[in-house]
């Protein structure tokens, strides 16, 4: 009691200090809820102390984040339109005008983007290992600080402001390059209002996103689908990396199509403005060697580790590596361009060797080895296995564990040793059944029905996987007869087999 009453005693500017200090909305509530003071002195700076809570709660960024949504508010044709823009122009005075609950979720989602993208800038070009950020505060506000810019720059000139024109209703070629100067000309007085050193994190963000544009169209997408993918918006393309598809782009622009094909207006985006005003302001290009776009964010940027240890291929966003596998197996939606990326239990299953990915009998058995684990990092414990107990073939052996791979000699790895791994589990439980001649390219490696009769194509393949084991290389040099094999155990069983059931 004592000390609440000391608390009371304190000048008003202390309690607001204290208040802006509480770590989230729930808790300054419980601290307004003690005592009159301190809801009387909230009253009074409502504003300033919620604010501050709010900077703390999503970080430094917050009143660029805040900006970015006030400005993208109007679009949203939303009644404040006017005074919502007015607020967005000018940081200074977003302390004046409270945020809603709405605005507030908008941002965390908004700022949980952010955070993807700068964790793929850190992968990509600092640290390979690590798929969080290991950008130092400083870098990591750089980053955050240049992407804000960049968005607020296609949220001023967006997609939508530059519908596609029938060529019927195209002006002539000089008509619509005045139009093109003049909209350059919009664009320059826009990034006029950014430092040097802030138009130079934005150079390096874009080259990151080109870079990623790159990376995720190179595998799918429209032809020149890259050029609308910046003015699209940074959050538009990370979707498009996720599902590795051009889905979100297509979805966000109108006649995306037509666009690709004529798209006068968003040829010379933002690269043709940017350097303008950089040669306003007399910047000149770095001509050391090891300089690269990317140290306006970060100068630790060496661009060592580009290569696949094995292949030698460059390595582009993803790295393969003990580290990595995992958040990376699961950090793809199922791609129908890249069906194994996404390492579920089900694709593990698929990355066996030739048929045995048919083999309901192997199958069953990695699934249910796989359920049995204590931890869900089954891609480590698989691997880790392989490496530990020398699993690998003499092929591998100058491959490591903490080698960086391409997601392709990663998958290689994973297809030439996963059988080796079941097969190691299985002989420490009990015999193996003797080889089949045919090993994993047996043909007769199917749907594995355990209630399948002998009368059924189902039984006898049932019967073959049961009894010979396929986790092993063929040795046999013809090839596999199966009408032959099919008569002779419909003679041996004394059955007529159904082929139709197939
Ligand atoms: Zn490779
Ligand atoms: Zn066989």
């Known amino acids: 009691m004592e000390r609440l009453t000391g608390l009371l005693r304190l000048p008003d500017d202390i309690i607001s200090q204290i208040l802006q200090y509480s770590p989230s909305y729930s808790t300054l509530l419980s601290t307004l809820l003690t005592t009159k003071s301190f809801y009387r002195v909230f009253q009074a700076h409502p504003n300033s102390i919620l604010h501050a809570i709010n900077f703390r709660e999503i970080g430094p960024s917050y009143p660029l984040s805040l900006r970015r949504l006030r400005y993208m508010a109007p679009v949203l044709d939303c009644e404040d339109a006017d005074r919502l823009l007015a607020q967005a122009v000018s940081t200074d005075v977003i302390c004046d005008f409270p945020i809603t609950r709405e605005e507030r979720k908008e941002m965390k989602e908004m700022e949980d983007k952010v955070t993807q993208l700068e964790d793929l800038f850190s992968f990509r070009y600092l640290d390979r290992t690590s798929v969080s950020s290991q950008l130092t505060p400083e870098e990591s506000w750089r980053f955050r600080r240049a992407l804000h810019h960049l968005t607020l720059y296609t949220c001023e000139f967006p997609t939508s402001r530059y519908p596609y024109i029938e060529e019927n209703d195209r002006f002539t070629e000089t008509e619509i390059q005045v139009q093109v100067r003049q909209e350059n000309r919009r664009r320059i007085t826009f990034l006029s209002d950014f430092s040097a050193e802030e138009l130079l994190e934005i150079s390096a963000v874009l080259f990151f996103l080109e870079e990623l544009g790159v990376y995720v169209f190179s595998r799918t997408g429209l032809d020149g689908i890259r050029a609308i993918a910046i003015p699209a918006g940074p959050e538009i393309l990370l979707a498009c990396h996720y599902c590795i598809s051009d889905h979100p782009i297509r979805q966000h622009v109108k006649d995306i199509e037509k666009i690709v094909a004529y798209h006068p207006f968003l040829e010379s985006y933002i690269w043709t403005p940017l350097l303008e005003v950089l040669k306003q302001r007399e910047f000149r290009e770095e001509t050391e060697s090891d300089y690269f776009p990317w140290n306006f964010i970060s100068n630790r940027i060496h661009q060592s580790d580009t290569q696949c240890h094995q292949c030698k291929d460059e390595l582009g966003f993803d790295v393969w590596t003990r580290k990595t596998w995992t958040p ?8 129908i361009y890249l069906p194994h990326r996404a390492y579920t239990i089900t694709s593990v299953c698929l990355s066996m060797k ?3 990915m048919l083999n309901g009998l192997e199958s069953e058995y990695l699934r249910s080895a796989i359920g049995d684990f204590e931890s869900d990092d089954y891609l480590t414990r698989i691997l880790g296995d392989i490496y530990d107990y020398n699993l690998k073939l003499d092929a591998f052996a100058d491959w490591d564990k903490d080698d960086l791979l391409c997601e ?18 299985r002989s420490l439980e009990g015999e193996i ?15 594995y029905d355990p209630e399948a009769g002998k009368a059924s194509i189902r039984g006898f393949l049932k019967e073959h996987q049961e009894s010979f084991n396929h986790l092993c290389a063929p040795i046999a040099q013809d090839t596999q007869d199966v009408a032959l094999l099919i008569h002779e155990y419909s003679v041996a069983n004394q059955v007529v087999i159904d082929l139709s059931s197939v």
Request: hydrophobic share 25%; glycine share 4%.
């Open 354 to 356: 030739d048929r045995l």
């Open 408 to 425: 392709d000699c990663f998958e290689r790895f994973l297809t030439e040793h996963l059988h080796l791994w079941i097969r190691y589990n």
């Open 328 to 335: 990376l197996a699961t950090r793809y939606r199922q791609s």
């Open 433 to 447: 059944a003797k080889d089949c001649p045919y090993g994993y390219r047996c043909k007769l490696q199917g749907r």
